[in-house]
């Protein structure tokens, strides 16, 4: 992870592009953290975006997942930075959404977690809290004023099959405009089962 960061600081420079251009990252951990464990991962994590100005110690602004790849377990051996996102300046406005995959606050029976954005159904195949994970990711999209027409890019982390209620709760919902991706991933913290996030970006550049 220290040396992803290593990598955005010095890519940033040629760009010209300050630190606080960094505003959105991809990590891969070997396992899933305990709450302890997770907490102490992520006061390490904000750290550096401490130093960078970006976390002032109370909020922090970047999107973020961290998942573990479920078809290799421990591997990699560490939390790692599997890519990094920079803002660029543009002439004219264009609204940007990156939010952070959702859950109900106010479902008694989702395990709520540190930092966490993921949520345990118990049992999977319960379709209501699938119902109240996607109404929250929807309601977290409308306090920003957008909707899943505004996204280029869906992704999905479990190891549990989604083809069951792929169609009915997630492409008749308009999550899948841009297509979707699965990632056969574990989210951060024990017992937690499925995580989600998405984006919409007017320009998006890989290098």
């Not at 957008?146 to 549990?160: E, I, M, N, P």
Request: aromatic share 10%.
């Amino acid at each position: 992870m220290e040396e992803g960061f290593a990598v955005s600081r010095r890519s940033s420079r040629p760009a010209g592009r300050p630190l606080t251009a960094f505003c959105a990252c991809e990590l891969r951990s070997p396992a899933p953290f305990t709450e302890a464990g997770f907490t102490a991962f992520n006061k390490i994590y904000v750290g550096t975006l401490e130093r960078w100005g970006i976390y002032d110690g109370k909020l922090n602004p970047i999107a973020r997942s961290n998942v573990c790849p479920g078809d290799r377990p421990r591997r990699p051996g560490r939390p790692s930075m599997l890519s990094a996102t920079q803002n660029l300046p543009r002439t004219r406005p264009l609204h940007s959404l990156l939010p952070g995959a959702g859950r109900h606050p106010k479902d008694a029976e989702t395990t709520e977690t540190t930092s966490s954005s993921s949520v345990t159904f118990p049992p999977w195949a319960c379709g209501k809290r699938r119902a109240l994970f996607f109404g929250e990711m929807e309601r977290r999209m409308a306090a920003l004023g957008f909707s899943w027409g505004d996204t280029t890019a869906t992704q999905l982390y479990t190891v549990h099959n989604v083809h069951p209620f792929l169609a009915d709760e997630i492409v008749r919902r308009g999550a899948a405009r841009s297509g979707i991706t699965w990632h056969y991933h574990r989210p951060p913290v024990v017992d937690l089962e499925y995580e989600m996030d998405c984006r919409g970006v007017g320009i998006d550049r890989t290098v």
